[in-house]
């Protein structure tokens, strides 16, 4: 089946220790984005690629980091620089950057403090 | 990017009832879309919406692109129990990139 597969399901972070979350999508998709949501708010952009080789930073990048070495896979790893990581993490994925086609998203992955 | 002003925040509702719900932004959108999340998962793409007044149903669910291209309406009709979630507009502006979001409507269905 065709969709959008992020992994872990639930993730736990040490103080000063980045962790990398996962997507991958097998729908051929071109663009990828990662949102970050929190209790009773909507989602908030953190990282978004609209090609291979290519991101640009969202709304709230700090503290984060991505890579899109294949077209298929949008990692992001929650450095320790971002303070306040405890959150709901959803990763999407549309036919094309900066067109009118609907991003998809996958079941996401809950990242809590230890 | 803006965050939507969507309303009302949550509904409570009985089995069978209509539900509204709508969704305003700051500036002119050329795309507005409904999701619905349920917990502990992704939103789940309901209607999309693409030109001025457009008007679209999916099943029970039915989504309007304001005229002013400044706002979404979604109904829902003879609701369910499995309607319960949180439903969430989000839109593109002309010159945007990123989808901008709504905080979303909690809806609780009693049977």
């Known amino acids: 089946d065709g969709g959008i597969t992020q992994s872990p399901k639930y993730l736990f972070r040490k103080e000063g220790q980045n962790v990398t979350l996962s997507c991958e999508q097998n729908?051929?998709?071109?663009?990828m984005y990662w949102y970050r949501q929190d209790p009773g708010q909507g989602l908030r952009l953190i990282y978004y690629?609209?090609?291979?080789?290519?991101?640009q930073k969202g709304d709230i990048a700090e503290g984060y980091s991505v890579s899109r070495e294949k077209k298929e896979s949008f990692p992001l790893t929650v450095t320790s620089a971002q303070k306040n990581p405890t959150a709901f993490y959803l990763c999407?994925?549309?036919?094309?950057?900066?067109?009118?086609?609907?991003?998809?998203f996958g079941d996401g992955t809950r990242l809590s403090i230890l | 990017g803006q965050q939507l002003n969507q309303s009302p925040q949550s509904m409570f509702i009985q089995e069978g009832e209509d539900v509204s719900m709508n969704c305003t932004s700051s500036?002119?959108?050329?795309?507005w879309l409904w999701y619905k999340q349920d917990p502990g998962e992704g939103p789940v793409l309901l209607i999309a919406?693409?030109?001025?007044?457009e008007l679209t149903s999916n099943g029970r669910l039915t989504a309007q692109f304001g005229i002013t291209r400044k706002d979404s309406f979604l109904n829902i009709s003879a609701s369910i129990p499995s309607d319960v979630g949180i439903y969430f507009c989000?839109?593109?502006?002309?010159?945007?990139?990123?989808?901008?979001f709504g905080k979303g409507t909690s809806l609780l269905v009693t049977p």
């Open positions: 989000a839109g593109r502006e002309n010159s945007g990139y990123a989808l901008n």
């Open positions: 729908l051929n998709h071109d663009a």
């Open positions: 500036s002119i959108f050329n795309t």
């Open positions: 690629s609209q090609i291979v080789n290519d991101f």
């Open positions: 999407a994925s549309s036919i094309g950057g900066g067109s009118s086609q609907p991003q998809h």
């Open positions: 919406l693409y030109k001025a007044g």
